[in-house]
Protein backbone atom coordinates (compact mmCIF):
# COMPACT_ATOMS: atom_id res chain seq x y z
CA UNK A 1 0.00 0.00 0.00
CA UNK A 2 1.06 3.13 -1.05
CA UNK A 3 0.77 6.38 1.15
CA UNK A 4 0.72 9.86 -0.60
CA UNK A 5 1.97 12.64 1.45
CA UNK A 6 -0.37 15.71 1.83
CA UNK A 7 0.14 18.90 2.51
CA UNK A 8 -1.97 20.52 5.45
CA UNK A 9 -5.07 22.53 3.66
CA UNK A 10 -4.40 24.96 6.58
CA UNK A 11 -0.96 26.33 5.68
CA UNK A 12 -0.83 29.57 4.12
CA UNK A 13 -0.27 29.86 0.14
CA UNK A 14 2.60 32.36 -0.73
CA UNK A 15 1.43 35.78 -1.68
CA UNK A 16 1.51 36.13 -5.23
CA UNK A 17 3.11 39.57 -4.43
CA UNK A 18 4.39 40.43 -0.51
CA UNK A 19 4.97 43.84 0.52
CA UNK A 20 8.71 43.49 0.91
CA UNK A 21 8.48 42.96 -3.24
CA UNK A 22 6.13 46.04 -3.69
CA UNK A 23 8.67 48.40 -1.56
CA UNK A 24 11.52 47.85 -4.08
CA UNK A 25 9.22 48.74 -7.06
CA UNK A 26 8.54 51.88 -5.70
CA UNK A 27 11.78 52.59 -4.71
CA UNK A 28 12.59 51.93 -8.64
CA UNK A 29 9.72 53.76 -9.39
CA UNK A 30 11.13 57.17 -7.54
CA UNK A 31 14.60 56.30 -9.23
CA UNK A 32 16.36 54.76 -6.75
CA UNK A 33 19.46 53.02 -8.11
CA UNK A 34 21.63 52.24 -5.07
CA UNK A 35 20.55 50.40 -1.53
CA UNK A 36 23.59 50.05 0.86
CA UNK A 37 22.32 47.27 3.93
CA UNK A 38 23.23 44.35 5.55
CA UNK A 39 21.02 41.44 5.54
CA UNK A 40 19.64 40.04 9.27
CA UNK A 41 17.04 37.70 9.79
CA UNK A 42 14.45 40.47 10.02
CA UNK A 43 15.11 42.07 7.03
CA UNK A 44 16.30 39.31 4.11
CA UNK A 45 12.21 39.19 2.44
CA UNK A 46 13.08 43.08 1.56
CA UNK A 47 15.51 41.29 -0.89
CA UNK A 48 13.12 39.17 -2.34
CA UNK A 49 12.20 41.41 -5.04
CA UNK A 50 15.86 43.07 -5.89
CA UNK A 51 16.55 40.71 -8.29
CA UNK A 52 13.52 42.42 -10.58
CA UNK A 53 14.87 45.35 -10.47
CA UNK A 54 17.35 47.71 -11.51
CA UNK A 55 18.58 48.42 -7.89
CA UNK A 56 21.96 47.92 -7.10
CA UNK A 57 22.95 46.40 -3.50
CA UNK A 58 26.13 47.38 -1.81
CA UNK A 59 27.09 45.40 1.72
CA UNK A 60 29.17 47.51 3.99
CA UNK A 61 30.37 46.25 7.05
CA UNK A 62 28.47 48.18 9.91
CA UNK A 63 25.11 50.03 9.58
CA UNK A 64 27.15 53.49 10.49
CA UNK A 65 29.40 52.64 7.20
CA UNK A 66 26.10 52.23 5.07
CA UNK A 67 24.66 55.33 6.21
CA UNK A 68 28.14 57.52 5.71
CA UNK A 69 27.94 55.91 2.59
CA UNK A 70 24.36 56.63 1.83
CA UNK A 71 25.41 60.08 2.90
CA UNK A 72 28.52 60.46 0.26
CA UNK A 73 26.57 58.61 -2.69
CA UNK A 74 23.88 61.61 -2.29
CA UNK A 75 26.45 64.48 -1.80
CA UNK A 76 28.19 63.25 -4.91
CA UNK A 77 25.53 63.00 -7.30
CA UNK A 78 22.16 64.15 -6.14
CA UNK A 79 20.18 61.10 -5.89
CA UNK A 80 19.04 59.66 -2.64
CA UNK A 81 20.91 57.06 -0.75
CA UNK A 82 18.88 54.59 0.79
CA UNK A 83 19.48 51.90 3.34
CA UNK A 84 18.16 48.40 4.44
CA UNK A 85 18.36 47.76 8.00
CA UNK A 86 18.02 45.72 10.77
CA UNK A 87 15.90 45.89 13.62
CA UNK A 88 17.19 47.02 16.84
CA UNK A 89 21.33 47.40 17.13
CA UNK A 90 20.94 48.07 12.68
CA UNK A 91 19.17 51.16 13.76
CA UNK A 92 21.48 52.04 16.95
CA UNK A 93 23.75 51.85 15.23
CA UNK A 94 23.34 53.76 11.91
CA UNK A 95 21.71 56.62 14.23
CA UNK A 96 25.53 58.34 14.24
CA UNK A 97 25.52 58.94 10.35
CA UNK A 98 21.43 59.94 10.22
CA UNK A 99 22.56 62.48 12.88
CA UNK A 100 25.29 63.73 10.60
CA UNK A 101 22.56 64.07 8.03
CA UNK A 102 20.30 66.12 9.65
CA UNK A 103 22.93 68.39 10.22
CA UNK A 104 24.13 68.67 7.23
CA UNK A 105 20.32 68.86 5.20
CA UNK A 106 21.31 65.50 3.51
CA UNK A 107 18.01 63.42 2.29
CA UNK A 108 18.13 59.87 3.12
CA UNK A 109 15.88 57.22 3.36
CA UNK A 110 16.45 54.48 5.92
CA UNK A 111 14.41 50.91 5.72
CA UNK A 112 13.83 48.90 8.45
CA UNK A 113 12.48 46.15 10.03
CA UNK A 114 10.50 46.01 13.37
CA UNK A 115 9.14 43.52 15.45
CA UNK A 116 6.25 41.53 14.43
CA UNK A 117 2.97 44.15 14.62
CA UNK A 118 1.43 42.14 17.78
CA UNK A 119 5.37 41.89 19.55
CA UNK A 120 6.37 45.65 18.95
CA UNK A 121 6.67 47.41 22.19
CA UNK A 122 5.67 44.55 24.13
CA UNK A 123 8.65 44.26 26.32
CA UNK A 124 8.50 40.38 26.22
CA UNK A 125 12.64 40.28 25.14
CA UNK A 126 12.10 39.57 21.41
CA UNK A 127 15.24 39.27 19.28
CA UNK A 128 16.29 42.76 18.38
CA UNK A 129 13.20 44.68 20.32
CA UNK A 130 13.63 48.07 21.81
CA UNK A 131 11.27 49.86 23.61
CA UNK A 132 10.22 52.40 21.37
CA UNK A 133 12.58 52.31 18.34
CA UNK A 134 10.45 54.87 16.15
CA UNK A 135 10.69 57.19 19.17
CA UNK A 136 14.31 56.86 19.11
CA UNK A 137 14.88 57.28 15.48
CA UNK A 138 12.27 59.96 15.38
CA UNK A 139 14.64 62.33 17.08
CA UNK A 140 17.35 62.32 14.86
CA UNK A 141 14.97 62.31 11.25
CA UNK A 142 12.53 64.86 9.31
CA UNK A 143 9.94 61.80 9.76
CA UNK A 144 9.70 58.28 11.25
CA UNK A 145 6.80 56.18 10.15
CA UNK A 146 5.60 52.88 10.92
CA UNK A 147 3.76 50.85 7.96
CA UNK A 148 1.10 48.52 9.72
CA UNK A 149 -0.15 47.62 6.37
CA UNK A 150 0.55 46.64 3.21
CA UNK A 151 -1.77 50.03 1.77
CA UNK A 152 -0.03 51.88 3.18
CA UNK A 153 3.36 51.19 1.76
CA UNK A 154 2.77 53.93 -1.78
CA UNK A 155 1.68 56.66 0.66
CA UNK A 156 4.40 56.80 3.15
CA UNK A 157 6.81 56.26 0.24
CA UNK A 158 5.39 59.28 -1.69
CA UNK A 159 5.56 61.34 1.59
CA UNK A 160 8.85 60.81 2.09
CA UNK A 161 10.06 61.81 -1.50
CA UNK A 162 7.77 64.61 -1.34
CA UNK A 163 10.13 65.85 1.90
CA UNK A 164 13.27 65.12 0.08
CA UNK A 165 12.35 67.35 -3.27
CA UNK A 166 9.75 70.05 -1.27
CA UNK A 167 11.50 71.15 1.63
CA UNK A 168 14.43 71.04 3.25
CA UNK A 169 16.21 67.40 2.97
CA UNK A 170 17.46 64.92 5.80
CA UNK A 171 16.90 61.73 6.34
CA UNK A 172 13.47 59.77 6.91
CA UNK A 173 13.02 56.56 8.38
CA UNK A 174 10.23 54.04 7.41
CA UNK A 175 9.81 50.68 9.43
CA UNK A 176 8.31 47.78 8.84
CA UNK A 177 6.84 44.84 10.63
CA UNK A 178 8.43 41.67 9.82
CA UNK A 179 5.14 40.17 8.81
CA UNK A 180 3.93 43.43 7.02
CA UNK A 181 7.15 42.62 4.96
CA UNK A 182 5.96 39.45 4.22
CA UNK A 183 2.37 40.47 3.47
CA UNK A 184 0.50 39.89 0.71
CA UNK A 185 0.15 43.53 -1.49
CA UNK A 186 -1.29 42.01 -4.53
CA UNK A 187 -4.27 44.37 -4.21
CA UNK A 188 -2.05 47.25 -3.26
CA UNK A 189 -1.58 49.67 -5.48
CA UNK A 190 1.43 49.85 -8.11
CA UNK A 191 3.92 51.32 -10.04
CA UNK A 192 2.39 50.91 -13.46
CA UNK A 193 -0.32 52.59 -12.23
CA UNK A 194 1.05 55.26 -12.79
CA UNK A 195 3.49 55.43 -15.51
CA UNK A 196 1.35 57.84 -17.94
CA UNK A 197 -1.01 59.52 -15.10
CA UNK A 198 0.91 62.69 -14.43
CA UNK A 199 2.16 63.33 -17.98
CA UNK A 200 3.55 67.18 -17.80
CA UNK A 201 5.90 66.48 -15.35
CA UNK A 202 9.39 64.68 -16.12
CA UNK A 203 10.73 61.20 -16.75
CA UNK A 204 13.33 59.65 -15.09
CA UNK A 205 16.42 57.16 -15.63
CA UNK A 206 13.90 54.63 -15.93
CA UNK A 207 11.47 55.84 -18.64
CA UNK A 208 9.13 56.29 -15.92
CA UNK A 209 6.44 59.47 -15.01
CA UNK A 210 6.90 60.66 -12.24
CA UNK A 211 4.62 63.70 -9.81
CA UNK A 212 7.34 65.93 -8.86
CA UNK A 213 6.99 67.79 -5.61
CA UNK A 214 8.65 71.13 -5.98
CA UNK A 215 10.22 73.80 -3.39
CA UNK A 216 8.28 77.06 -3.29
CA UNK A 217 8.72 79.34 -5.73
CA UNK A 218 9.76 83.24 -4.39
CA UNK A 219 6.90 86.09 -3.63
CA UNK A 220 7.31 88.18 -6.69
CA UNK A 221 6.84 91.25 -4.11
CA UNK A 222 9.83 90.13 -1.69
CA UNK A 223 12.11 89.90 -4.63
CA UNK A 224 11.22 93.21 -5.31
CA UNK A 225 11.49 94.51 -1.93
CA UNK A 226 15.06 93.35 -1.93
CA UNK A 227 16.16 95.09 -4.90
CA UNK A 228 14.60 98.12 -3.80
CA UNK A 229 16.74 97.72 -0.41
CA UNK A 230 20.14 97.13 -2.66
CA UNK A 231 19.60 100.61 -4.03
CA UNK A 232 20.62 102.07 -0.30
CA UNK A 233 23.97 100.00 0.00
CA UNK A 234 27.03 101.16 -0.35
CA UNK A 235 29.10 97.80 0.98
CA UNK A 236 27.38 95.07 0.33
CA UNK A 237 27.87 90.99 0.75
CA UNK A 238 26.59 87.98 -0.93
CA UNK A 239 26.80 84.34 1.53
CA UNK A 240 26.36 81.04 -0.60
CA UNK A 241 25.34 78.25 1.21
CA UNK A 242 24.89 74.61 0.83
CA UNK A 243 21.58 74.97 -0.07
CA UNK A 244 22.61 76.22 -3.35
CA UNK A 245 24.60 73.79 -4.01
CA UNK A 246 22.46 73.08 -7.54
CA UNK A 247 22.35 76.78 -8.67
CA UNK A 248 23.53 77.46 -11.80
CA UNK A 249 25.89 80.00 -13.65
CA UNK A 250 22.83 82.44 -12.21
CA UNK A 251 25.03 82.66 -8.73
CA UNK A 252 27.86 83.83 -10.41
CA UNK A 253 26.05 86.59 -12.18
CA UNK A 254 24.14 87.64 -9.29
CA UNK A 255 27.63 88.45 -7.61
CA UNK A 256 28.49 90.23 -10.72
CA UNK A 257 25.18 91.81 -10.86
CA UNK A 258 25.24 93.36 -7.07
CA UNK A 259 29.14 93.93 -7.80
CA UNK A 260 29.59 92.21 -4.12
CA UNK A 261 32.18 90.11 -2.01
CA UNK A 262 30.74 86.53 -1.66
CA UNK A 263 31.53 84.00 0.84
CA UNK A 264 30.98 80.24 0.28
CA UNK A 265 30.33 78.09 2.90
CA UNK A 266 32.09 74.60 3.09
CA UNK A 267 29.45 72.63 1.27
CA UNK A 268 28.53 75.62 -1.38
CA UNK A 269 32.39 75.29 -2.30
CA UNK A 270 32.78 75.37 -6.58
CA UNK A 271 29.72 77.82 -6.91
CA UNK A 272 32.27 80.48 -8.06
CA UNK A 273 35.31 79.82 -9.68
CA UNK A 274 38.72 80.11 -7.98
CA UNK A 275 39.99 82.98 -9.09
CA UNK A 276 36.91 84.61 -9.24
CA UNK A 277 37.62 88.33 -8.49
CA UNK A 278 34.53 88.87 -6.32
CA UNK A 279 35.21 85.46 -4.53
CA UNK A 280 36.41 85.17 -0.98
CA UNK A 281 35.98 81.42 -0.63
CA UNK A 282 35.22 79.94 2.64
CA UNK A 283 37.25 82.32 4.65
CA UNK A 284 34.22 83.85 6.80
CA UNK A 285 35.63 82.80 10.04
CA UNK A 286 38.65 84.11 9.74
CA UNK A 287 39.84 87.97 11.27
CA UNK A 288 39.76 88.81 7.54
CA UNK A 289 36.65 87.56 6.27
CA UNK A 290 35.29 88.50 8.82
CA UNK A 291 35.83 92.11 8.71
CA UNK A 292 33.78 92.41 5.39
CA UNK A 293 30.61 90.99 6.62
CA UNK A 294 30.76 92.88 9.94
CA UNK A 295 31.20 95.84 7.67
CA UNK A 296 28.88 94.96 5.69
CA UNK A 297 25.73 97.47 5.04
CA UNK A 298 23.58 94.81 3.52
CA UNK A 299 24.54 91.01 3.40
CA UNK A 300 22.44 88.70 1.02
CA UNK A 301 22.38 84.87 2.32
CA UNK A 302 20.87 82.40 0.35
CA UNK A 303 20.68 78.42 1.36
CA UNK A 304 22.77 78.65 4.79
CA UNK A 305 22.16 78.06 8.35
CA UNK A 306 24.40 80.70 8.83
CA UNK A 307 25.91 78.52 11.60
CA UNK A 308 28.73 77.89 13.83
CA UNK A 309 30.40 74.86 11.97
CA UNK A 310 30.38 77.15 8.85
CA UNK A 311 30.85 81.13 10.34
CA UNK A 312 32.81 80.35 13.77
CA UNK A 313 35.01 77.71 13.18
CA UNK A 314 37.17 78.58 16.21
CA UNK A 315 34.18 79.05 18.21
CA UNK A 316 34.80 82.29 19.66
CA UNK A 317 31.40 83.83 19.16
CA UNK A 318 33.34 87.02 16.85
CA UNK A 319 31.06 86.48 13.91
CA UNK A 320 28.93 89.26 13.45
CA UNK A 321 26.20 90.52 10.73
CA UNK A 322 25.70 94.63 11.85
CA UNK A 323 24.21 95.54 8.17
CA UNK A 324 20.69 94.70 6.88
CA UNK A 325 20.02 90.87 6.53
CA UNK A 326 18.06 89.19 3.75
CA UNK A 327 17.98 85.61 3.63
CA UNK A 328 16.71 83.53 0.93
CA UNK A 329 15.60 79.72 2.41
CA UNK A 330 13.48 76.96 1.34
CA UNK A 331 13.12 76.49 5.72
CA UNK A 332 10.91 79.02 7.17
CA UNK A 333 12.54 78.12 10.45
CA UNK A 334 15.94 78.45 9.74
CA UNK A 335 14.90 81.88 8.48
CA UNK A 336 14.85 83.32 12.04
CA UNK A 337 17.66 81.45 13.20
CA UNK A 338 20.69 82.15 14.54
CA UNK A 339 20.14 85.98 13.06
CA UNK A 340 16.92 86.89 12.38
CA UNK A 341 16.07 88.29 8.53
CA UNK A 342 15.25 91.82 7.85
CA UNK A 343 13.65 90.37 4.77
CA UNK A 344 12.71 86.58 5.02
CA UNK A 345 12.08 84.36 1.82
CA UNK A 346 10.30 81.50 1.85
CA UNK A 347 11.96 79.47 -1.45
CA UNK A 348 14.15 77.41 -3.61
CA UNK A 349 17.61 79.15 -4.34
CA UNK A 350 17.77 78.61 -7.88
CA UNK A 351 14.35 80.38 -8.88
CA UNK A 352 15.24 83.17 -6.42
CA UNK A 353 18.37 83.99 -7.75
CA UNK A 354 16.66 83.93 -11.25
CA UNK A 355 14.49 85.83 -10.33
CA UNK A 356 16.80 88.58 -8.83
CA UNK A 357 18.93 88.61 -11.84
CA UNK A 358 16.07 88.86 -13.92
CA UNK A 359 15.02 91.96 -11.94
CA UNK A 360 18.85 93.30 -11.94
CA UNK A 361 19.43 92.92 -15.60
CA UNK A 362 20.61 95.82 -17.57
CA UNK A 363 21.37 97.92 -13.77
CA UNK A 364 24.99 99.32 -13.53
CA UNK A 365 26.23 98.93 -9.65
CA UNK A 366 29.14 99.42 -8.70
CA UNK A 367 29.95 99.03 -5.01
CA UNK A 368 34.02 99.12 -5.73
CA UNK A 369 33.76 95.25 -4.62
CA UNK A 370 36.82 94.83 -6.39
CA UNK A 371 39.26 96.45 -4.45
CA UNK A 372 37.80 95.49 -1.24
CA UNK A 373 38.09 91.85 -1.91
CA UNK A 374 41.68 92.61 -2.87
CA UNK A 375 42.48 94.09 0.17
CA UNK A 376 40.86 91.18 1.94
CA UNK A 377 42.71 88.46 0.26
CA UNK A 378 45.85 90.02 0.98
CA UNK A 379 45.32 90.11 4.71
CA UNK A 380 44.26 86.70 4.23
CA UNK A 381 47.68 85.46 2.79
CA UNK A 382 49.50 87.52 5.21
CA UNK A 383 47.87 85.44 7.93
CA UNK A 384 48.68 81.95 6.53
CA UNK A 385 50.74 79.64 8.56
CA UNK A 386 53.29 77.51 7.43
CA UNK A 387 51.25 73.91 8.09
CA UNK A 388 48.01 75.63 6.79
CA UNK A 389 49.71 76.27 3.19
CA UNK A 390 51.42 73.12 2.89
CA UNK A 391 48.45 71.36 3.49
CA UNK A 392 46.40 73.49 1.25
CA UNK A 393 49.39 72.68 -1.17
CA UNK A 394 48.65 69.41 -0.90
CA UNK A 395 44.95 69.23 -1.62
CA UNK A 396 45.68 71.56 -4.45
CA UNK A 397 48.49 69.55 -5.62
CA UNK A 398 45.91 66.34 -5.89
CA UNK A 399 42.92 68.61 -7.49
CA UNK A 400 45.20 69.94 -11.03
CA UNK A 401 46.50 66.75 -11.23
CA UNK A 402 43.06 64.70 -10.99
CA UNK A 403 40.50 65.28 -13.43
CA UNK A 404 37.05 65.70 -11.98
CA UNK A 405 38.40 64.29 -8.40
CA UNK A 406 35.98 64.25 -5.16
CA UNK A 407 37.28 64.87 -1.96
CA UNK A 408 35.44 63.66 0.81
CA UNK A 409 36.96 64.27 4.39
CA UNK A 410 36.46 62.86 7.91
CA UNK A 411 37.62 65.11 11.35
CA UNK A 412 41.12 65.85 10.32
CA UNK A 413 43.43 68.48 10.04
CA UNK A 414 44.25 68.88 6.07
CA UNK A 415 40.57 69.15 6.49
CA UNK A 416 39.78 72.12 8.64
CA UNK A 417 42.65 73.93 6.74
CA UNK A 418 40.98 73.19 3.57
CA UNK A 419 37.39 74.00 4.42
CA UNK A 420 39.37 77.74 4.31
CA UNK A 421 41.58 77.92 1.72
CA UNK A 422 41.19 74.92 -0.44
CA UNK A 423 39.20 76.15 -3.65
CA UNK A 424 36.81 73.57 -5.27
CA UNK A 425 36.56 73.37 -9.23
CA UNK A 426 32.90 72.66 -9.23
CA UNK A 427 30.18 71.99 -6.76
CA UNK A 428 29.77 68.78 -4.68
CA UNK A 429 33.73 68.04 -5.30
CA UNK A 430 34.34 68.78 -1.48
CA UNK A 431 32.52 67.92 1.58
CA UNK A 432 33.38 66.62 5.22
CA UNK A 433 31.91 65.60 8.39
CA UNK A 434 33.77 68.43 10.37
CA UNK A 435 30.43 70.53 9.36
CA UNK A 436 27.17 69.98 11.34
CA UNK A 437 27.14 67.15 13.87
CA UNK A 438 30.68 66.93 13.09
CA UNK A 439 31.43 62.84 13.38
CA UNK A 440 34.81 60.70 13.24
CA UNK A 441 35.13 57.84 10.81
CA UNK A 442 32.86 59.49 8.04
CA UNK A 443 35.65 59.98 5.52
CA UNK A 444 35.95 56.46 4.41
CA UNK A 445 32.36 55.20 3.93
CA UNK A 446 31.09 57.95 2.23
CA UNK A 447 33.87 58.33 0.08
CA UNK A 448 32.81 54.75 -1.10
CA UNK A 449 29.55 56.17 -1.58
CA UNK A 450 30.31 59.27 -3.36
CA UNK A 451 32.82 57.14 -5.77
CA UNK A 452 29.57 54.51 -6.72
CA UNK A 453 27.08 57.73 -7.12
CA UNK A 454 29.55 59.80 -9.20
CA UNK A 455 31.98 57.74 -11.42
CA UNK A 456 34.93 60.10 -10.37
CA UNK A 457 37.71 59.73 -8.92
CA UNK A 458 37.41 60.44 -5.02
CA UNK A 459 40.18 61.02 -2.43
CA UNK A 460 39.11 60.59 1.09
CA UNK A 461 41.07 62.95 3.75
CA UNK A 462 41.55 60.77 6.99
CA UNK A 463 43.67 61.04 10.27
CA UNK A 464 45.14 57.76 11.71
CA UNK A 465 42.65 58.32 14.61
CA UNK A 466 39.56 58.95 12.68
CA UNK A 467 40.36 55.61 10.37
CA UNK A 468 39.84 53.46 12.77
CA UNK A 469 35.82 54.04 13.40
CA UNK A 470 35.55 52.32 10.42
CA UNK A 471 38.67 51.15 8.79
CA UNK A 472 36.65 47.74 7.89
CA UNK A 473 34.86 49.34 5.65
CA UNK A 474 38.25 49.14 2.95
CA UNK A 475 37.28 45.97 2.59
CA UNK A 476 34.01 46.85 0.68
CA UNK A 477 35.96 49.02 -1.73
CA UNK A 478 38.55 45.97 -2.03
CA UNK A 479 35.32 43.95 -3.05
CA UNK A 480 33.75 46.35 -5.51
CA UNK A 481 37.41 47.16 -7.13
CA UNK A 482 36.92 50.71 -6.35
CA UNK A 483 40.41 52.91 -7.19
CA UNK A 484 39.68 54.59 -4.07
CA UNK A 485 43.00 56.75 -2.57
CA UNK A 486 42.72 57.17 1.39
CA UNK A 487 45.21 60.16 1.92
CA UNK A 488 45.55 59.36 5.47
CA UNK A 489 46.88 61.80 7.62
CA UNK A 490 48.86 60.70 10.54
CA UNK A 491 49.80 62.63 13.67
CA UNK A 492 49.85 59.20 15.96
CA UNK A 493 46.81 59.77 17.89
CA UNK A 494 43.65 62.57 18.07
CA UNK A 495 46.01 65.61 17.49
CA UNK A 496 43.71 68.29 17.19
CA UNK A 497 42.26 67.30 20.26
CA UNK A 498 45.88 67.08 21.82
CA UNK A 499 46.70 70.17 20.15
CA UNK A 500 43.46 71.68 22.85
CA UNK A 501 44.57 69.95 25.40
CA UNK A 502 48.37 71.09 25.54
CA UNK A 503 46.85 74.71 24.61
CA UNK A 504 44.16 74.62 27.76
CA UNK A 505 46.91 72.91 30.31
CA UNK A 506 45.50 69.90 30.08
CA UNK A 507 46.90 66.59 30.75
CA UNK A 508 47.24 64.66 27.46
CA UNK A 509 45.13 61.86 28.51
CA UNK A 510 43.33 59.48 25.66
CA UNK A 511 44.97 61.33 23.03
CA UNK A 512 48.17 59.69 22.02
CA UNK A 513 46.71 56.18 21.49
CA UNK A 514 48.66 53.56 19.49
CA UNK A 515 48.71 53.95 15.90
CA UNK A 516 48.31 50.97 13.86
CA UNK A 517 50.86 49.68 11.42
CA UNK A 518 48.65 50.67 8.60
CA UNK A 519 50.66 48.51 5.36
CA UNK A 520 50.07 45.26 6.09
CA UNK A 521 46.54 46.33 7.76
CA UNK A 522 45.66 47.44 4.22
CA UNK A 523 47.11 44.28 2.96
CA UNK A 524 45.14 42.34 4.67
CA UNK A 525 41.61 44.59 3.74
CA UNK A 526 42.72 43.95 -0.14
CA UNK A 527 44.38 47.51 -0.24
CA UNK A 528 47.68 48.73 -1.43
CA UNK A 529 49.80 51.00 0.57
CA UNK A 530 52.10 53.77 0.13
CA UNK A 531 54.39 55.89 2.35
CA UNK A 532 54.27 58.98 0.52
CA UNK A 533 57.43 61.25 1.50
CA UNK A 534 57.94 63.34 -1.72
CA UNK A 535 55.97 65.52 -3.99
CA UNK A 536 57.29 64.21 -7.10
CA UNK A 537 56.51 60.78 -5.63
CA UNK A 538 52.63 61.66 -4.72
CA UNK A 539 51.99 62.66 -8.69
CA UNK A 540 53.76 59.48 -10.47
CA UNK A 541 51.54 57.43 -7.61
CA UNK A 542 48.02 58.85 -8.91
CA UNK A 543 48.99 58.57 -12.59
CA UNK A 544 49.29 54.87 -11.72
CA UNK A 545 47.05 54.17 -8.93
CA UNK A 546 43.51 56.31 -10.09
CA UNK A 547 43.21 54.10 -12.74
CA UNK A 548 43.79 50.49 -10.71
CA UNK A 549 41.02 48.04 -9.60
CA UNK A 550 41.88 48.69 -5.63
CA UNK A 551 41.80 51.25 -3.01
CA UNK A 552 45.02 52.13 -1.98
CA UNK A 553 46.19 53.97 1.32
CA UNK A 554 48.64 57.00 0.87
CA UNK A 555 50.07 57.57 4.40
CA UNK A 556 51.50 61.10 5.09
CA UNK A 557 53.08 61.96 8.29
CA UNK A 558 51.96 65.70 9.67
CA UNK A 559 55.72 66.05 9.89
CA UNK A 560 57.05 65.51 6.60
CA UNK A 561 59.16 68.85 5.49
CA UNK A 562 57.89 67.84 1.88
CA UNK A 563 54.78 69.67 2.99
CA UNK A 564 56.36 72.48 4.58
CA UNK A 565 58.24 73.17 1.14
CA UNK A 566 55.40 72.25 -1.17
CA UNK A 567 53.68 75.32 1.12
CA UNK A 568 56.52 78.15 0.02
CA UNK A 569 55.25 78.37 -3.48
CA UNK A 570 50.88 77.67 -2.32
CA UNK A 571 48.48 80.66 -3.37
CA UNK A 572 45.12 81.11 -2.36
CA UNK A 573 42.21 81.54 -4.50
CA UNK A 574 43.96 79.78 -7.72
Not at 10 to 25: D, W
Not at 157 to 169: M, T
Not at 441 to 450: D, E, F, R, T, V
Amino acid sequence: MTQTLQTSSSAPAKPSLTCGELLVQWLEYYGVETVFGIPGVHTVELYRGLPNTNIRHVTPRHEQGAGFMADGYYRASGKVGVCFIITGPGMTNIMTAMAQALADSIPMLVISSVNKVADTGSGEGHLHELHDQQGMVSKVTLMSKTIWQPESLPKVIAEAFALFNGARPGPVHIQLPIDVITADASHVAKPSNYLNKFVKNSTDAHGLTLPQVMRPLPNPAQLDLIVESLKAAKNPVILYGGGCVDVDHDAQKLAELIDAPTFLTINAKGLLPPSHPLSLGSNQSLEAGRAVISEADWVLAIGTELSETDYDVFFNGEFKINGTLIRIDCDAQQLQRPFRADIAVLSDAQMAVSGLCSRLKGQVLNHQAVSRVNEAKQALLAGMTPDFAGQNALLQLIRDEVKDVIFVGDSTQPVYSGNLGFEALATRRWFNSSTGFGTLGYGLPAAIGAMIGSNSAVVSLIGDGGIQFTIAELICAAELELPLIVLLWNNQGYGEIRRYMEEGGLPLIGVNIKTPNFEPLAAGFGAGYRRITAKQQLLDALKEDIKGKQPIIYEVDEADDFLIEMGKTFTCFS
